[in-house]
């Protein structure tokens, strides 16, 4: 097969691309001046130093809300690895008005996510229906033991506090902004 | 004259036999090359059993499935919501294209259609994802070349890229934000104007690339020439996406069957190019992922208004019948056969990836090759091990 015209460069390719990593390396080793600046050019960060958050919608742990949670099981049944363990009990509640009938709630006495099995789909949130799930950007929560990557409730409820609130949305939008109930 | 002593005898016939054993290994059938299933030209594990004459290449033969993981059968005990969970984990440089073809097949039977704002975002995902797909092979190439300053480039560059994905997603590479009926969520508030500029940087990447790399000599000795694949042979195994662009295959899904995607409305190219050997499928990919940065700018330009969500029930039960949809992922053709019966399951789900039929022309391609092309021509062919073995 004949091969098309290839103009010969002016200066040859292996030349042109070392120019490139050169001027890459220059910009980030000495980003203003000739005193080397490694980590401010870089793009990279030092990360037990600086950590660079992630987005918030970013899927980090899953946040418990106890109060809203009424043990109905959704989120262990669509789990795809099937790694929320929960456990509750029917209960009398004091009634919402004054000489009311006492009212019967789930009470919640186990809800534990294995983080070693979870695989981060976020259907467990989705099919949530009484917003008691929520995403948390935070990462930083790895253990020695994998037996304790099995938050409990009061663990995923510590979560909670750092779950942000959810973005404004483009223009054009119609969907309604949830507000994370605190 | 001195006269031979038994040990000079000794030596001489000692000699004789070693010529002879080297000849006899010169002459044998040749040797047989294991590379694999562990090896950085493989994105995987792929083994390929190679014969060798020399340095040459007799006959070499893919050997997939030391990923195998079972897909097609896990679809049939997952919910439709789930599979888009596990359908991440095929493409795994491409997540969000895995996701649509299935969507839209079962949407085909569900007879719903997703609004015009949620297949606008679509398609522009769908393309985000091709060229942070893509990115990854204009460094990885260089790779197996023994140029190690692009792959930094390339993981630099991709960064921005799923940086934007994970913010309207929530995930850098499984984003499973595809449902049935339109999108998980709607875009946040400056999405759009980052991604613009995001795309700057990449088509400042694609020209730092071709600066960096086409231009180069020795990049050149290696590629040219190198694994041609003449266009009918290409359509014979199968060949799909840019390998089958890069011979010359005028083909693409994207123009030639947009089911539910808004091509049509964008104004973009489809590049071939005649050659078919390991440079026009790199140069190919190089230019797909300028049209793709270019597609995603109109993308942003173009979003409509409205809801993200068409009417679906909240348990989808997918009426009985059976849709094949297939559309242009980063690495090729990739469909969805799917089989429902009426449950909250699929009866059954043929995925058509990509990767397998562009790693089976391997035998053919690989035949009468040096060994050294053998990790150029794999590098150009592109494929996935998640994408092969599924």
């Known amino acids: 097969m004949p091969k098309p015209p290839f103009p010969k460069p002016k200066v040859p390719g292996v030349l042109k691309g070392m120019g490139i990593t050169l001027r890459t390396a220059k910009e980030t080793v000495f980003p203003n001046g000739p005193i080397p600046q490694p980590s401010k050019g870089a793009v990279t960060v030092q990360y037990p130093h600086d950590a660079d958050l992630p987005a918030d919608r970013a899927r980090g742990v899953i946040s418990l809300k106890e109060d809203n949670c009424t043990a109905c099981m959704l989120c262990a049944r669509e789990c795809p690895d099937w790694c929320i363990y929960i456990e509750g009990h029917k209960t009398l509640a004091p009634p919402r008005r004054e000489g009311g009938k006492p009212r019967k709630v789930n009470a919640l006495d186990r809800f534990d996510i294995d983080f070693s099995l979870c695989m981060y789909c976020g259907i467990c949130v989705e099919v949530c229906p009484f917003e008691a799930l929520f995403w948390s950007p935070e990462y930083e929560y790895s253990e020695l033991k994998i037996a304790d990557l099995l938050h409990d409730k009061s663990r995923l409820g510590q979560w909670f506090e750092t779950v942000p609130d959810f973005e404004p949305l483009e223009s054009g939008s119609e969907v309604k902004v949830k507000k994370v109930p605190r | ?390």
């Open chain 2, 1 to 390: 004259m001195t006269a031979i002593t038994d040990r000079q005898k000794l030596q001489y016939i000692a000699a004789q036999a070693a010529d002879a054993r080297v000849n006899v290994e010169l002459e044998a059938e040749g040797m047989t090359l294991n590379i694999g299933p562990q090896h950085p030209a493989t994105h995987g594990t792929l083994r390929i059993v190679a014969r060798l004459d020399g340095e040459q290449v007799i006959a070499a033969e893919p050997i997939p499935g030391y990923m195998h993981r079972g897909y097609e059968k896990l679809t049939e005990v997952r919910t439709y919501a789930q599979v888009t969970a596990l359908v991440n984990r095929i493409d795994w440089l491409g997540s969000f294209a895995n996701e649509v073809p299935f969507i839209l097949a079962a949407e085909q039977l569900m007879g719903v259609e997703a609004p015009p704002r949620a297949q606008w975002i679509r398609t522009l995902l769908f393309e985000m994802a091709r060229i942070s797909n893509l990115i990854l092979f204009l460094g990885d190439m260089a790779v197996q070349l023994g140029a190690v300053t692009p792959a930094f480039f390339a993981f630099r560059d991709r960064e921005y890229v799923l940086d934007q994905i994970e913010r309207v997603t929530g995930g850098r590479f499984h984003p499973n934000f595809d449902r049935i009926g339109g999108l998980k969520d709607d875009l946040p508030q400056g999405w759009l104007a980052d991604t613009k500029a995001t795309m700057d940087k990449v088509r400042a990447f694609c020209d730092e690339i071709e600066n960096l790399l086409m231009g180069a000599e020795i990049f050149q000795a290696r590629t040219r020439g190198v694994g041609v694949i003449p266009p009918d042979v290409a359509q014979q195994y199968g060949l799909s996406g840019a390998n089958a662009r890069a011979s010359g295959i005028d083909w693409d899904l994207r123009r030639d069957q947009p089911n539910g995607m808004v091509y049509p409305e964008l104004d973009w190219k489809v590049w071939t190019h005649p050659d078919g050997d390991s440079f026009a499928r790199f140069w190919v990919r190089l230019q797909e992922t300028r049209e793709a940065a270019n597609i995603v700018e109109q993308c942003c330009d173009g979003v409509p208004g409205g809801p993200i969500m068409a009417k679906v029930p909240r348990i989808i039960k997918v009426p009985a019948g059976e849709a094949y949809v297939s559309t242009e992922n980063p690495l090729g053709e990739m469909g969805y056969y799917v089989v429902s019966k009426g449950d909250l399951t699929p009866f059954r789900v043929k995925i058509r990836s990509a990767s397998f039929n562009n790693v089976s022309i391997a035998p053919w391609i690989l035949r009468g090759v040096y060994v050294p092309d053998i990790i150029t021509i794999l590098a150009s062919l592109y494929f996935i091990l998640g994408d092969i073995d599924r």
